[in-house]
């Protein structure tokens, strides 16, 4: 390896020898390319034509009134399958064209990283295999068919509690079978470097254009921007727009579950300890002994026990705020963001609109906040019918 | 304790090594399955420590794990238990562990006691050669020896310094993939071992997929120091889980057949 790829004491490369040289490969190839005019070129245009760069600043007045405060959302959600993830698996996905890669795989939980490898896949015209925890495909199953009317195969993952972390457990196992021919599109800004580098890199479009839309449209920076937070990459992603701002307090919500005292949730910067898990250095949910703990959330896209070693750093600088958002807040956010401007966001990012909620009593009128609205609710309506089956009556 | 140099320097033939998730279906009976391993020729063993998450390891070695754990085996008890079976007979242990367990024990701590139970060198699944300071120098220091695996797909820059870091044996993965039975050995053990002589004279020992006495004897014909079987032998475990007797059997006719293969 190039680089040790750690952010702090985080992050690094906790992988058996076998995926080593193609974690070389990746660096090599990412490092030869992300500033290549050719690679550069056709990304943009893909960004622009094919996934519907830039995304709106939209100022939600309704929402805000509500609130008490001015409330911007970055409409992620707009984007070409329905959130933030296509912007990483253009990326990526163009890298491993130009690597020559023909067969992709990927894991995904919400299934929204899933879906947009699988369309990228067949954009590119490659093999695609998603890996996705038996969970995962009961609860977001509109997803699962979306991938499969792209192309995709989508393999069905039993061991753990069938999310997130067993479906990232058996793409690996799987990769490392099948190392040579095969590239490993990575959904989050976790796992082994290069991968939080990659991700963040990819992810970092939303960030520079939020920081230009704020000074357009606002004449000013926001106060805070708010992102939730399961391994991380749309919080990345918008904040790394605003890391060298200091005023501009970065917030990121994780997923609460059913209340941190429970023991029921997946926030590992609010409530874990540092350990290592697929690759990575970072803060995980772990026992005592160091076995990792089981998740849990209504939201899949969540539901991860560790997250991107960046944010680690960032929680120990204080250079961002982690803090939670419970399941049954998450869903009163969903209804009023949905009541009050006609947008269903994704429960994922309805835990960022969740903590403007809950906060607002302390919060000053003339507070702007932006929050990412990484992905849209429409995958999520059978989820919250089945918790809240009065709000879709 | 006898070391890993002695050990290979004795024989005139290839190691047998079998490998156990340590307390799998349970502490009693993995250790009568060890000691059972132990009286019918094993002449090392390769021991790990069941983990949540065992990302290089295959289904078999996957839920071998999971019944561990479930029986309430931790990180303290796995060492009680290396200090039994070093009790019971003086034998070189190889453990074989996940990074996390070790960090959260404490590097240093973990190695000292692993060591104090009688154990001879430590493999970190998921860490390689390029973060081996976090391992090597603490492992040296506790006096155990190191234990590296190289792949099929490592390349020769890498093999030599995984081989100048190494004291014990290389471990020689012999396929692409987690470990797991296969009905046929890799055709790249034979390339593997000859490539890895002719790189270092620290002892090369094969293992992933060895699944039947036929595959030892072409791994040992192939040059190699040792065999490691792993899955093979917990599956006979997971297939003998209700008849304790015959778990045991199993495996110690397996392992007479195996040692006979190679002797």
Known sequence: MKYKGK??????????????????????????????K??????????GDYAGRPTPLYYAAR????????????????????????????????????MGKTKLIAETGAGQHGLATAMIGALFGFDTKIFMGTTDIERQSVNVHKMKLCGAEVIPVEGGTGTLKDAINDALRYW???????????????????????????????GKETRRQCLEKIGSLPDMVVACVGG???????FSGFLGDKDVRLIGVEAGGEGIKTGKHAASLVAGRI???????????QDEQGQVLETESVSAGLDYPAVGPEHCLLKDTGRAEYVEADDDDVLDAFELLSKSEGILPALESAHALAYLCSVKESLSPDITAVVNLSGRGDKDVGIVEKYRPVMTK | MTTYKETFGKLNRAALIPFFVIGDPDFETSLSVVKSAIDAGADVLELGIPFSDPIADGPTIQKADIRALNAGMTVRKALDFIKRVTDYKSIPIGLLVYYNLVYQYGTEKFLKDF????????????????????????????????????????????????????????YTVSLLGVTGERASLSNMVKPLVTKLKTLTDVPVCVGFGVSSPQHAKAIAAAGADGVIIGSRIVKMIEDNLNDKQKMQSEISVFITQVKSVLE
């Open chain 2, 115 to 170: 060591k104090a139970a009688g154990g001879s060198s430590v493999l970190v699944a998921d860490l390689s050669i390029d973060d081996s300071d976090e391992i090597a120098g603490p492992a040296k220091e506790a006096g155990l020896e190191t234990v590296f695996m190289i792949t099929p797909v490592t390349t020769d820059e890498r093999a030599e310094r995984i081989a100048e870091k190494t004291t014990g044996f290389i």
């Open chain 1, 38 to 47: 050719e690679f550069v070129t056709q990304l943009n245009k893909l960004l």
């Open chain 1, 63 to 98: 929402f805000s009134e509500r609130l008490g405060l001015k409330v911007f959302l970055k409409r992620e959600d707009l984007l070409h399958g329905g959130a933030h993830k296509v912007n990483n698996t253009l990326g990526q996905g163009l890298l491993a064209k130009f």
């Open chain 1, 176 to 206: 490392t079978a099948n190392v040579t021919d095969t590239f490993y599109l990575f959904g989050s800004a976790c796992g082994p470097h290069p991968y939080p580098t990659v991700v963040r890199h990819f992810q970092s479009c939303i």
């Open chain 1, 275 to 285: 350990g290592v898990l697929h690759g990575s250095k970072a803060y995980l949910l």
């Open chain 1, 232 to 238: 991380g990459s749309n919080a990345i992603g918008i």
């Open chain 1, 7 to 36: 952010f702090g004491e985080y992050g690094g490369f906790y992988v058996p020898e076998v995926l080593m040289p193609a974690l070389e490969e990746l660096e090599e190839a990412f490092y030869k390319y992300y500033q290549d």
